[in-house]
């Protein structure tokens, strides 16, 4: 089975890889194509994965192309995991947000926002390709924003494209660890978009322990979403947000720390790993250490302004083990093998949220088997909850009416419409700052 990973020179590839060679119960990839824009990124990553295979008999031939085409034809699973602009482009768009008092997260925000309308136009291109040269093939979507660019790809590829994300899953992990229960028997209600969805309950035997977590101020202190948003805040809400609401809950506050912060996340990601990438460049280099060395800080510092903010201080180690490569090696086994399990995943609706249309693509638990990922009927969203997710939806729907059609009076719309940028002027102005420093944007008149 040939798997092709899009972004194949990207600095978290080796977990994929990682992952596939310590399950060697998957045993289905026999050959793994990495593809990229970057020839000396391909083969920095080929190196690392050369030494992971070392000492692992029949591990996956590895090859790594710039041809798109050619890692296209014949795949039977595609992972998609391109960075439009790189860390460089991150980094402009949080800057540019934030010289106007607006959030630049890479999914959140004007930054997200910024950061779809450069990669849109690149992920329907992929999708028209996979779907004339591939088109058998189940194609796994890691790219951000995640449920944005899986929906502008299921346009042109169905249900045959599905997006992950190791946020729920990390969640879902933390609750059923504090309760004392086996994550892997828990059934977590989970509903949402995309860095935008809420636990509402998780099923023990039958049994919804959330609501004794929330009556126990120690036990709903004591982890991260706990320590992040405050006892009382979720008390309140009677559920357990994903880590990326405390963007819109305490939106000034993680705007003041971004702003007073040495540098941007996209920029101390960027300065990171070029000194890997340049270490690379060294044929004595340990590649293996060197990249799990890097690994390490970068896991470490994750969300640290907002962890700052809330005083929830240092990630728990058992956090920083990643997790995003298990769940798409999971959702991958299940459609090869036949194998049904329940993964949150982002899929077209089918008429789960009755609020929103059928095409509009949701994060929520999904039952998969060969035939592909299945949305799981949930209860209505609270009203709180209802709001924020058409109005970020609708937003998601202009960035992708502007990608289409290049329209700048459309993207203005896109910026203004979201609840975290409050100004039709600051929209214009986001525009024009973005235009300005993003090739990538040149499409938009």
Known sequence: MKLTILGGGGFRVPLVYGALLTDRAEGRVTEVVLHD????????VARV???????????PKVTATTDLD???RGADFIFSAIRVGGLEGRAHDERVALAEGVLGQETVGAGGIAYGLRTVPVAVDIARRVARLAPDAWVINFTNPAGLVTEAMSRHLGD???GICDSPVGLGRRIARVLGADPKEAWIDYVGLNHLGWVR???VAGRDELPRLLADPDLLG???EGKLFGVDWLQSLGAIPNEYLHYYYFNREAVRAYQQAEKTRGAFLADQQARFYEEMKRPDAAALTAWDRTRAEREATYMAENRETAGAGERDADDLSGGYEKVALALMRAIARDERTTLILNVRNQGTLSVLDTDAVIEVPCLVDANGAHPVAVAPLPEHATGLVCAVKGVEREVLAAAESGSRTTAVKAFALHPLVDSVNVARRLVEGYTD???GLAYLK
């Open 37 to 44: 824009l970057d020839d000396s990124r391909l083969y920095a």
């Open 160 to 162: 045959r494209v599905i």
């Open 201 to 203: 309950g998780l099923r």
């Open 222 to 224: 004591s982890f991260e």
């Open 49 to 59: 994965l050369e030494e992971q295979a070392a000492r692992v008999p029949d591990a």
């Open 437 to 439: 420093v993003h090739p």
């Open 70 to 72: 050619e890692a296209l």
